[in-house]
C-alpha cells in the first residue's frame, strides 16, 4: 500500500481538523514515543539472540584454550 503526496495532505488536513493546530505536537511526539517502543519491543529478541551467541562463542573459545 502506497501512499501519494494527495493521501498523505488529505490525512494531515483530517488530523488538523480533529486535533487542532495547538495539540498536533503533543499528537506526533506520542506517536513517534508509540513507534519507538514498538521497535525497541520488535529488537529485543533479535538483541538476546544475538549476546547470547556472543555468551555461548566466549564459553566455547574459553573451554578450547584450558
Do not use: W
Not at 2 to 13: A, C, D, Q, S, Y
Request: hydrophobic share 40%; aromatic share 4%; glycine share 14%.
Amino acid at each position: 500500500m502506497n501512499l501519494g503526496p494527495l493521501e498523505l495532505g488529505l490525512i494531515l488536513v483530517i488530523i488538523l481538523l480533529i486535533f487542532g493546530v495547538g495539540k498536533l505536537p503533543e499528537v506526533f511526539r506520542s506517536l513517534g514515543e508509540g513507534v519507538r517502543e514498538f521497535r525497541d519491543a520488535a529488537g529485543e529478541p533479535d538483541k538476546e539472540k544475538s549476546s547470547k551467541g556472543a555468551s555461548e562463542d566466549a564459553e566455547k573459545s574459553g573451554d578450547s584454550s584450558e
